[in-house]
């Protein structure tokens, strides 16, 4: 169960947090009346997260009136004038995303549109999520873990041999199946830059499991996007 807070709802996440200070930031820092059309189609949004369907049977889960008061939250970081009972999350967002109006767009189209691609199932109950929130982190995995995208990869680097991208393992003298097993796709576009096309070859690093366990890692505790060479420096 997710954790609640208040009347039961459950905690507002990244990326519900992201969605509604892309409407605060497109409003001018303005925070309309929940009677609006802009909180009324973010509360049906929200009310719509595939995460969230079991919290959604509540009326009162991001009702107009909840989604107006995340607006103020979001408002008393950008001004001091607003509702100062800010959550961490809020404050990690605004942090984060607060002067960067282009890019919480983008990844509110990200979040919006993955919305309507995943399923219910797809997004584990308990997930540490990668910089781009919770729905993102379940996408970009079910990406990886494609059998045709794998297949693309290992297809391609065979000729070469197989070798980490990270630490340069490799086991050219075992089994093919096995030596197969040592490896892993790791999308290294950001979803919300890549956006809906189908993934290329060149959005993909061959690394062991052992390094892609470890960059998921460090992106989760830097909670930013990260390059081969920047993990190698966190890592190697
Ligand atoms: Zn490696
Ligand atoms: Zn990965």
Same mark, same amino acid.
């Given at each position: 169960?997710?954790?609640?807070?208040? #009347?039961?709802?459950?905690?507002?996440? #990244?990326?519900? !947090?992201?969605?509604?200070?892309?409407?605060?930031?497109?409003?001018?820092?303005?925070?309309?009346?929940?009677?609006?059309?802009? !909180?009324?189609?973010?509360? %049906?949004?929200?009310?719509?997260?595939?995460?969230?369907?079991?919290?959604?049977? =509540?009326?009162?889960?991001?009702?107009?009136? @909840?989604?107006?008061?995340?607006?103020?939250?979001?408002?008393?970081?950008?001004?001091?004038?607003?509702?100062?009972?800010?959550?961490?999350?809020?404050? =990690?967002?605004?942090?984060?995303?607060?002067? =960067?109006?282009?890019?919480?767009?983008?990844?509110?189209?990200?979040?919006?549109?993955?919305?309507?691609?995943?399923?219910?199932?797809?997004?584990?109950?308990?997930?540490? *999520?990668?910089? *781009?929130?919770?729905?993102?982190?379940?996408? #970009?995995?079910?990406?990886?873990?494609?059998?045709?995208?794998?297949?693309?990869?290992?297809?391609?680097?065979?000729?070469?041999?197989?070798?980490?991208?990270? &630490? *340069?393992?490799?086991?050219?003298?075992?089994?093919?199946?096995?030596?197969?097993?040592?490896?892993?796709?790791?999308?290294?576009?950001?979803?919300?830059?890549? @956006?809906?096309?189908?993934?290329?070859?060149?959005?993909?690093?061959?690394? &062991? %499991?052992?390094? #892609?366990?470890?960059?998921?890692?460090?992106?989760? !505790? *830097? =909670?930013?996007?990260?390059? !081969?060479?920047?993990?190698?420096?966190?890592?190697?």
């Amino acid at each position: 169960m997710a954790r609640t807070k208040g #009347h039961g709802n459950p905690n507002w996440t #990244h990326d519900e !947090i992201v969605l509604a200070l892309d409407l605060y930031l497109s409003l001018d820092r303005n925070v309309p009346s929940p009677r609006s059309p802009e !909180i009324q189609a973010l509360s %049906a949004v929200l009310r719509s997260m595939p995460y969230h369907l079991e919290a959604a049977k =509540q009326p009162s889960f991001r009702n107009p009136d @909840g989604v107006g008061f995340k607006l103020m939250n979001l408002r008393q970081l950008d001004s001091g004038r607003g509702l100062s009972n800010v959550s961490k999350t809020d404050r =990690q967002v605004w942090e984060k995303y607060g002067s =960067q109006p282009a890019a919480v767009r983008n990844l509110a189209d990200a979040i919006t549109k993955g919305m309507r691609t995943i399923l219910p199932e797809e997004i584990p109950e308990e997930v540490e *999520e990668l910089p *781009e929130g919770r729905l993102l982190t379940a996408i #970009h995995v079910r990406r990886e873990r494609n059998p045709k995208v794998r297949k693309m990869l290992l297809d391609a680097r065979r000729a070469t041999g197989l070798r980490c991208d990270m &630490c *340069e393992l490799s086991r050219p003298g075992i089994r093919a199946d096995l030596e197969e097993a040592i490896f892993e796709a790791h999308h290294i576009v950001p979803l919300a830059s890549a @956006g809906e096309r189908k993934t290329k070859l060149s959005d993909l690093s061959l690394l &062991c %499991a052992c390094c #892609h366990r470890a960059i998921h890692r460090a992106m989760i !505790i *830097e =909670q930013r996007w990260l390059t !081969i060479p920047e993990a190698q420096g966190l890592i190697l």
